[in-house]
Structure formats: structure tokens, C-alpha cells
């Protein structure tokens, strides 16, 4: 415990790294603790692709993700409440955080028009016309049960100026505080929504201006948030970039608050979000690459379909605890792949997540037991930062 930071209800630290700003704590949540630094895993839809809840349980997540954007249209928002939430809907008992849809919005509606009130999009599905306002989004959100909501936010790409920028920011901060009022209201006036627990983060915009990164996180902390989000990073620039922004952001965000930053989930970019304080993050990257045969080991990425495996008897990963790893070689899962069996898909996600699950085990305990350092830089032995721009394949649309 550290003495000097100030503990909330929600979120309490347990160690302090003395040599970077990690941190391990856990979170208090309607469905149960998470332990923190956590990974989440994404469940767009109400699943996590390829795995069951309970293969999900069972390899140690307490807290995934879903999306508004998504349920919302499919299969609709009046079906997920007609079962209590995603919950019921989808069995998964533990915690659950969903993404606002402002993402989503931004990503992959058509004909987008934002105004004050919020955003008119028409549905990537069908076409059809839909409005997003902050107050509909925490309605939907209630509406799923979900035990951290996002505030509906302004996502900009990397790369506009300084203007465009502030114009989103200030939007994002009005449209939270609107967010913040209506998350209020739904408990104290609403029947239905009388005993709903779930938690609000706001969501830090500003694009790639540090003075914009900081006049967010100032216009947010007014509304006195439980939790931070720091959107809007991850989105194609160079890991320098993302870095150096990131260390900026989560400086300014008071220790007391969990930090989340959105969309990010593969070995380089997690410890260096860990080492700048960072306790939360999420990014389809581990189940997306799994199921093309993209696979985390300890000594870096590899494809499984690639012809060296045919005759290796070894598994993915010799060190790896998973499922996979105890039952299945190198050559059968190559063999999976190369012949198009579902099997193939639902075996290396099962190990990408079990992977990821164990390294934030791995990473917890050696920051209680001041070895954070050491880890870190295995991990970046492995996993090298790309100096370039990301690799669009891999983390953007992470938040999709
Ligand atoms: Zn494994």
C-alpha cells in the first residue's frame, strides 16, 4: 500500500514500481475485483471471438470488453435489455466495459454529421440513419449493464492541426460533462436504473498537441471522474510518438484514478503503458492475429502457417501454461491453418490471451517485487519497438 496516494472506492494501488511510474492495485466493480495492470480482452459483439465465457473465466479474466456501437445494431439494444444486460445475454458473469461507439462512429459509420447534440451516422451494416448523443450512449450503456461505461467522445485522426483539434477536444469535454449529468440522473430518477452501479470514464482527446493532451485532461478532472480513459493514441503514428504523448497525458492524470488507455494489447506496447502508470488497456490485435495465425511467444511473434513448422513437434511456446500449449505441436496447429479447420483459430486464441493474461501475472509481481525493470526489458528484447510508422494491420482499428 502506498501511503502518500489517496485511495477511492473504486480503485485501490497496492505497490508502487520505485523505478517508473507502474503501479498494481485492483478495482472494485458491480461484478466482482479485477487486479490491475489488466489486460481486456474485446468482445465486440458479446463475444470474444473464436472462445467460450468460460475458457475466457478460466484463463483469468475478470473484465472484457463490448461495444455499444455494435449491439446497438446488432442485435439490438431492446434484446440485450430484455435479458438484464450482456450479462444474462451473453453468460459471461464477470465484469464488463463498454466502449461508447464514438470510435466506431468514426471508424466505420458512413455519412457521419456531428453537431452540438451528438453524431447522425448510418449503420456499416445496412445503411440505415441513427443518432448518438452522450446522454443516448449512457442510456445504451445502462441498458447492457455494463460496469464501466465510456463517455461518447470525438476520436480525431493522427495528423490534423492544431484548430480541428481543439474544436474536438472541446467538444469531447462538453459532450462528457453532458455524459456525466446524465449517468447521474439515470440512478437518482430512474425506476428502472435505481440499483444499475456501473462506473463513467470520460476520454482524453487532443490529438498529438501536448497542450491540448493537458487542457482535456484538466477539462475532464472538473468533472471529478472515477477513471480516465486516454483515447485517440494508437492510431498509426510512430511508437516514439505514442510514448512520448502517453507519458505526457498520464503524468497529468492524478495517481488516485485509474488510468486506461484504449486500444493497445501486444508485449511492447503494454509495458511501456505499464511503465508510465498506466492500469488498463484493451486491443483486438491478440484474438485477431490468433486467428490468422499470428501467435505471441516469449521470444517474439511468429506465423504459424509458415512452412519451418511442418515437422515441429514442440508448442508455441515451451514456457506457455494454455490450453494449446499443453496439448497441441507446432506442426498440427500449421496444419489447422494451412487447411482452413476452425479448430486452427479457436486453438491460438486461446494461447495469444492466455499469453497476454500471463505476462500482466508476470508483470504485477515483478513490480510488487521491484523487478518490473528487469522485465520490461526482456520484453522489449523480444518484442523491439518499430521505430517507423505501426504497422496498419496491426494497432489501429484496435478499438473496432
Ligand atoms: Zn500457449
Known amino acids: 500500500m502506498n501511503s502518500t496516494i489517496e485511495q477511492t472506492p473504486l480503485f485501490t494501488i497496492e505497490s508502487q514500481d520505485p523505478n517508473s511510474m507502474a503501479r498494481t492495485g485492483f478495482l472494485d466493480l458491480p461484478h466482482g475485483r479485477v487486479e490491475t495492470p489488466v489486460f481486456m480482452p ?3 459483439g458479446a463475444t470474444v471471438k473464436a472462445v467460450t465465457q468460460d475458457e475466457v473465466a478460466d484463463m483469468g479474466f475478470r473484465l472484457i470488453l463490448a461495444n455499444t456501437y455494435h449491439l446497438y445494431l446488432r442485435p439490438g439494444a431492446d434484446v440485450v435489455s430484455q435479458f438484464g444486460g450482456v450479462h444474462r445475454f451473453s453468460a459471461w458473469p464477470h465484469n464488463i ?4 461507439g464514438g470510435f466506431q462512429v ?6 457521419r454529421k456531428i453537431s452540438e447534440a ?6 456499416h451494416i445496412d445503411g440505415s440513419a441513427h443518432d448518438f448523443t452522450p446522454e443516448s450512449v449512457v442510456e445504451l450503456q445502462a441498458g447492457y449493464g455494463s460496469d464501466i461505461q465510456m463517455a461518447l467522445d470525438i476520436c480525431t485522426p493522427y495528423g490534423i492541426d492544431h484548430a480541428a ?4 477536444c472541446d467538444m469531447t469535454a462538453r459532450w462528457a460533462k453532458r455524459a456525466v449529468t446524465r449517468r447521474a440522473e439515470l440512478t437518482n430518477e430512474s425506476e428502472l436504473f435505481a440499483s444499475y452501479r456501473g462506473e463513467l470514464f470520460p476520454i482524453v482527446q487532443g490529438n498529438f498537441f501536448k497542450d491540448l493532451r493537458q487542457r482535456s485532461v484538466e477539462q475532464l478532472l472538473e468533472l471529478e471522474p472515477r477513471g480516465i480513459a486516454i483515447g485517440g493514441l494508437s492510431v498509426g503514428e510512430p511508437f516514439s510518438v ?3 504523448m502517453l507519458a ?8 488516485k484514478l485509474p488510468r486506461y488507455v484504449m486500444g493497445i494489447g501486444t508485449p511492447e506496447y503494454i509495458v511501456a503503458a505499464v511503465e508510465q502508470g498506466i492500469d488498463m488497456f484493451d486491443c483486438v490485435f491478440p484474438t485477431r492475429a490468433g486467428r490468422n495465425g499470428g501467435v505471441f511467444t516469449r521470444h517474439g511473434r511468429i506465423a504459424l502457417k509458415n512452412a519451418r513448422f511442418r515437422y515441429d513437434e514442440e508448442p508455441i511456446d515451451t514456457n506457455c501454461d494454455c490450453f494449446t500449449c499443453r496439448r497441441y505441436s507446432r506442426a498440427y496447429l500449421r496444419h489447422l491453418f494451412i487447411a482452413g479447420e476452425m479448430l486452427g483459430p479457436m ?16 508483470i504485477r509481481s515483478a513490480i510488487r517485487s521491484g523487478t518490473f525493470t528487469a522485465l520490461a526489458a526482456t520484453v522489449r528484447e523480444a518484442y523491439p519497438p518499430r521505430t517507423g510508422v505501426i504497422d496498419s494491420t496491426e494497432n489501429t482499428e484496435n478499438r473496432v
Open 42 to 44: 474485446v468482445g465486440t
Open 97 to 100: 466495459l463498454t466502449d461508447s
Open 106 to 111: 468514426f471508424s466505420l459509420a458512413a455519412n
Open 118 to 123: 451528438g453524431v447522425r451516422f448510418r449503420s
Open 165 to 168: 483539434a481543439v474544436e474536438a
Open 242 to 244: 505514442f510514448t512520448d
Open 248 to 255: 505526457h497525458t498520464a503524468a497529468l492524470i492524478p495517481p
Open 347 to 362: 486453438l491460438a486464441t486461446r494461447h495469444n490471451l492466455r499469453f497476454l493474461g500471463k505476462l500482466l501475472e508476470d
